[in-house]
């Protein structure tokens, strides 16, 4: 399984864009990039995936360099709701137990 | 349609206890994982069920931890003689396809405080 380093905490104001890098160097060519997002008393939910380029939907932008060693997490104008712990994943498919790291605590204030 | 559902969602025991948390997983997925999440840390995995095959239980923490799955849905996580150090939030997840990944991310439930006194 290929290893994900994050930051462990970013603070952000509201209104502004966060970006969330994750470096994930022994990456293998079948892994994807999978991106979940966690509030207090809740369990992790499931936010974006990709495999190389850029992916967006209604919620985040991901972005991931031709190389695939690292990914950004892209929020847009970001809101006090969006305070919360943010995990990156990497595999592939298959048969095979699912690790989360320590994932990365994002504080928005007003 | 229905997420994925776990219970007790609190449950407060004496130490050296049995306790027994379950996880109703997502009608057609075949794959169930637990996780524990102590206070402020990240997901630490204890045991993975894909379909029919023999479980990953590489995860738990020791002996006294175990975890069936009847049926390829329901799946049940037992603590024997439980201890303070026990004390932790269970978390249930399952997925469509087989780890997590590729189209098919994994959907949690809210989890289960076990509070060990």
């Known amino acids: 399984l290929a290893k994900t380093t994050q930051p462990i905490s970013m603070d952000s104001y509201e209104g502004q864009e966060v970006n969330i890098t994750c470096s994930h160097n022994n990456i293998a060519t079948n892994d994807y990039i999978t991106w979940y997002q966690q509030f207090p008393s809740q369990g992790p939910r499931f936010i974006i995936q990709g495999y190389k380029t850029k992916v967006t939907n209604e919620v985040a932008s991901l972005f991931i360099p031709a190389d695939r060693k690292s990914s950004t997490l892209s929020l847009p104008r970001v809101s006090l709701s969006d305070t919360a712990v943010y995990y990156c994943?990497?595999?592939?498919?298959?048969?095979?137990?699912?690790?989360f790291g320590a994932g990365t605590r994002l504080f928005v204030k007003a | 349609g229905a997420g994925v559902s776990q219970s007790p969602s609190n449950k407060v025991t004496e130490k050296g206890k049995d306790v027994e948390l379950r996880c109703d997983p997502i009608?057609?997925?075949?794959?169930l994982y637990w996780y524990r999440q102590s206070l402020g840390q990240g997901l630490e995995f204890l045991i993975y069920?894909?379909?029919?095959?023999?479980?990953?239980k590489s995860g738990l923490p020791s002996d006294r931890f175990s975890a069936e799955r009847t049926g390829g849905s329901v799946s049940t996580l037992t603590i024997q003689r439980t201890q303070q150090e026990d004390s932790a939030v269970y978390l249930c997840?399952?997925?469509?396809?087989?780890?997590?990944?590729?189209?098919?991310?994994?959907?949690f439930g809210n989890g289960t405080r076990l509070t060990v006194t």
């Open positions: 994943l990497v595999g592939g498919r298959g048969g095979f137990k699912t690790i």
């Open positions: 009608s057609g997925h075949t794959a």
């Open positions: 069920f894909q379909g029919n095959s023999a479980p990953d």
């Open positions: 997840a399952s997925s469509l396809a087989p780890g997590g990944q590729g189209d098919s991310p994994l959907h």
